[in-house]
Nanobody, 126 residues
Framework: VQLQASGGGLVQTGGSLRLSCAPSGSIASVTSMGWYRRAPGAQRELIAGLALNGNPIHPSYADSVKGRFTISRDAVNSTVYLQMNDLKPDDTAVYYC??????????????????WGQGTLVTVSS
């Protein structure tokens, strides 16, 4: 599975961006997708996860983005989106799209996702 992330850029505090992640390859094997980020000088952070294919497990969000970020998926083209609203300078980071094929979502089991896309840089100016 290959993941192509896009949508990063420069935005002012309070602005919005939408990141996209388009999977290719063995898409049918993917059961969950999501996003991580790595801010300068910080550890990697799980931002959002989404179970696919009717799995009733609810999406998961980091406390730092709850109420501001929304993860969703277009079932037609399998693209996963991260809508980011009310952006803050602390949201500045490289954002990575991920996917996994486990029976349960990786973020639910505490494991690492199998597939990683290239990062897309989000910069929020103050």
């Amino acid at each position: 599975v290959q993941l192509q992330a896009s949508g990063g850029g420069l935005v002012q505090t309070g602005g919005s961006l939408r990141l996209s992640c388009a999977p290719s390859g063995s898409i049918a094997s993917v059961t969950s997708m999501g996003w991580y980020r790595r801010a300068p000088g910080a550890q990697r952070e799980l931002i959002a996860g989404l179970a696919l294919n009717g799995n009733p497990i609810h999406p998961s969000y980091a406390d730092s983005v709850k109420g501001r970020f929304t993860i969703s998926r277009d079932a037609v083209n399998s693209t996963v989106y991260l809508q980011m609203n009310d952006l803050k300078p602390d949201d500045t980071a490289v954002y990575y799209c991920v996917a996994d094929g486990g029976l349960a979502p990786w973020y639910y089991t505490g494991t690492e996702p199998q597939y990683w896309g290239q990062g897309t840089l989000v910069t929020v100016s103050s």
